[in-house]
């Protein structure tokens, strides 16, 4: 039987075919309809399959709330479509993909952020906060066990650190002279000021993550600890 997160790449598929036949037939979609179709195109080749199926399968209101801690608003494209399913999509991938504010940008770089080129995967967002939380983890793990990892490592209250930042040469400034010493002593505060000017702090991003990895692995009751009907005292005749 298929999983969920194969049978939405499934659906991603046949959107990706039902778009092609639409252009060739020039018929014209609504805002709505086009920036769905091309959601299609974009959740597998970046690499955000799995929480995409996550979060298009959370209830409307877990998906608010996520927006709302992400702080951010949805698209006027989003708002305007009435259908529940392309709604729920549309919502899914603005929460992974909204500039400076979704989950893949706050845990980007300073560096990475500037990039028009490179965009995190996933994986590259679970490593990121695995290292994030002073984990090893085995380059060989697929997603699915890098999940586990976080989603144990944060129920755990594990301390989390600052992602990464690209490091300012301030070796340099002794070659610059005073007025560039002056403008690269300025450049060291721009790691502290960077996320709190733009509103991309990294601890949403972190509980995102954790919503994700615990739709993805929800958890069991475990049935030693209620007793099977073995171990329960037989009715006495």
């Known amino acids: 039987m298929p999983s969920e997160v194969e049978k939405v790449i499934h659906d991603l598929m046949e959107r990706l075919k039902v778009a092609s036949i639409l252009q060739q037939e020039k018929v014209e979609p609504s805002p709505s309809e086009r920036k769905w ?24 209101l877990d998906r608010e709330n996520i927006r709302q801690t992400l702080c951010f608003k ?15 999509e549309l919502e899914s991938w603005e929460i992974i993909n909204c500039n400076i504010r979704g989950v893949a940008a706050r845990l980007h770089s300073i560096t990475e952020q500037l990039s028009p ?53 301030i070796g340099a400034a002794g070659k610059v002279g005073k007025p560039g010493g002056i403008v690269i002593a300025v450049l060291k505060d721009v790691t502290a000021l960077w996320d709190d000017v733009l509103g991309s702090e990294d601890t949403p991003a972190v509980a995102t993550v954790y919503a994700i990895c615990e739709h993805l692995h929800p958890k069991r009751s475990n049935p030693a600890a209620q007793g099977t009907p073995r171990d329960k005292a037989a009715p006495r005749p």
């Open 37 to 60: 179709m091309e959601i299609a195109a974009m959740v597998e080749t970046k690499g955000w399959s799995r929480p995409f199926a996550a979060l298009s399968s959370m209830t409307p």
């Open 74 to 88: 949805w698209a006027r494209e989003t708002l305007a479509c009435t259908d529940r399913k392309k709604r729920a």
């Open 117 to 169: 080129t490179y965009y995190t995967t996933w994986r590259g967002a679970l490593t990121r906060i695995l290292e994030m939380l002073n984990r090893h983890y085995k380059a060989t793990e697929p997603e699915s066990g890098l999940e586990k990892m976080v989603h144990d490592a944060l129920s755990s209250d594990r301390r989390i650190g600052e992602r990464q930042q690209t490091e300012i040469p």
